[in-house]
């Protein structure tokens, strides 16, 4: 039964996560220009999509300093 809980939790965690997504998708829509095609919308949302997941990879430390990176291409810091 506590399995079936969990599930459920993350079910509804999921669902939320979807409803928030196609919200932001209908937002995203809305502020472009009337005329933008199909490019420009997989555009919209690939550069969304980079940018939530550098900012997700910094919140989680996962990212270098700009010294590190300089260090690691032999340039000087």
């Given at each position: 039964m506590r399995?079936?809980?969990n599930n459920t939790?993350?079910?509804k965690k999921v669902y939320m996560a979807i409803?928030?997504?196609k919200q932001e998708a209908k937002?995203?829509?809305d502020r472009m220009p009337?005329?933008?095609s199909w490019d420009d919308l997989m555009h919209e949302i690939y550069v969304r999509?980079?940018?939530?997941?550098g900012l997700a990879d910094s919140k989680?430390?996962?990212t270098k300093g700009?010294?590190?990176v300089r260090k690691s291409f032999g340039l000087k810091v």
């Open positions: 399995i079936g809980a939790i993350i079910k409803e928030t997504i937002k995203l829509i009337d005329g933008s999509q980079t940018i939530e997941a989680a430390g996962k700009v010294a590190d």
